[in-house]
């Protein structure tokens, strides 16, 4: 159950425009995403995130591959999918001129469930703080946010794929949103999106996976993406740095990227402390600051294809 597949993803690739001017903006993605889990699409400006989530909505044609959403073919079955998934796309176009309540009564006549969708949308609204009443044009762009989720929600689907979720949206809100999601995994929905906010990542999300100019560099488990065994320390000696100090800490093995500043020595250790506490006793040490890499740091190295530096 746990392993079963809700999005399959083969060799899907995106060139945009022709000639010269080719962007390859996805380039053989394969990826699966589980049945009850969160996964967070993580990857810097243009790394092809909404690229690849406009392809498993068949808003754009695949250059080259495949995939499929509930087993089924997401260019032939499109209309069925859509039927089962709500949809946040990044750039939202409402009708500017309606209100909340008639946006979404609209969505609801068309999935075909009046009554009982638009109270689950009242639900949605009034957990989000959102006030149905303005019209669009009168919404703030965090509140334009917060319609489209009710719009990608209030059917309950069986999966939901959103594309920055919480861009806008305040604190209160994002933690109302990440209860939501939590809610969905506990009834064994599945959630795609993705993000640039880590920390809303290491919140909510079971599986990342991190793009890179258009190709997956990695798919982990945040606890394991976040359980890294490398430290930042900072030693601080009450007078000057110990002779010899930093060379005897490039010598050894489990410390590397040494930097001394005045009284303060900096360095990158895995492992034991012994070591270390041998090499600083010979100064008076004043301060003992252990850092763990933030995941901010771990997605970075990532990001800039130093995964050398995780280990
Ligand atoms: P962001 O986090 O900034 O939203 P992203 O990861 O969603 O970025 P995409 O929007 O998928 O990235 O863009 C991937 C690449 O494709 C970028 O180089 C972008 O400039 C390019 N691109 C996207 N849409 C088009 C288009 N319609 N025509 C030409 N190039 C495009």
Redesign the pocket.
């Given at each position: 159950m746990a392993t079963e597949s809700v999005i399959e993803i083969s060799g899907l690739s995106?060139t945009?425009?022709s000639g010269s001017k080719q962007?390859l903006?996805?380039n053989r993605l394969d990826l699966s995403v589980r049945r009850g889990e969160i996964f967070g699409y993580l990857?810097?400006?243009?790394?092809?995130?909404?690229?690849?989530?406009?392809l498993l909505l068949d808003l754009?044609r695949p250059s080259a591959g495949s995939a499929s959403i509930f087993g089924m073919d997401i260019r032939a079955d499109s209309v069925e999918i859509h039927r089962r998934i709500g949809f946040l796309p990044?750039e939202l176009s409402l009708w500017e001129g309606r209100t909340g309540d008639q946006i979404i009564h609209y969505v609801a006549s068309v999935r075909g469930d009046t009554r009982g969708i638009a109270k689950h949308a009242d639900e949605l609204a009034e957990r989000l703080d959102l006030d149905k009443t303005k019209r669009v044009r009168d919404l703030s762009s965090g509140n334009k946010r917060k319609l489209g989720l009710v719009i990608a929600m209030m059917h309950s689907p069986e999966l939901l794929i959103l594309?920055?979720p919480t861009g806008g949206l305040d604190p209160l809100v994002q933690q109302t949103f990440h209860d939501m999601m939590e809610e969905y995994r506990a009834k064994g929905k599945t959630v795609f999106l993705?993000s640039?906010v880590l920390s809303e990542v290491q919140a909510i999300c079971d599986r990342v996976g991190i793009?890179r100019d258009?190709e997956l560099k990695a798919v982990e488990s945040v606890e394991k993406i976040t359980n890294v065994e490398f430290n930042w320390v900072d030693v601080t000696f009450r007078d000057a740095v110990p002779a010899g100090l930093q060379q005897q800490l490039d010598n050894m093995p489990s410390i590397t990227d040494v930097s001394t500043n005045g009284t303060r020595v900096r360095m990158r250790m895995i492992g034991d402390f012994d070591p270390l506490l041998r090499a600083i006793s010979g100064g008076y040490v004043e301060m003992l600051h252990v850092e763990e890499p933030s995941l901010e740091e771990i997605f970075l190295a990532f990001y800039s294809g130093d995964e050398e530096k995780l280990q």
């Open positions: 995106k945009y425009g962007t903006a996805l990857g810097p400006n243009g790394a092809g995130k909404t690229t690849t989530i406009r754009i990044g594309d920055e993705s640039h793009l258009g």
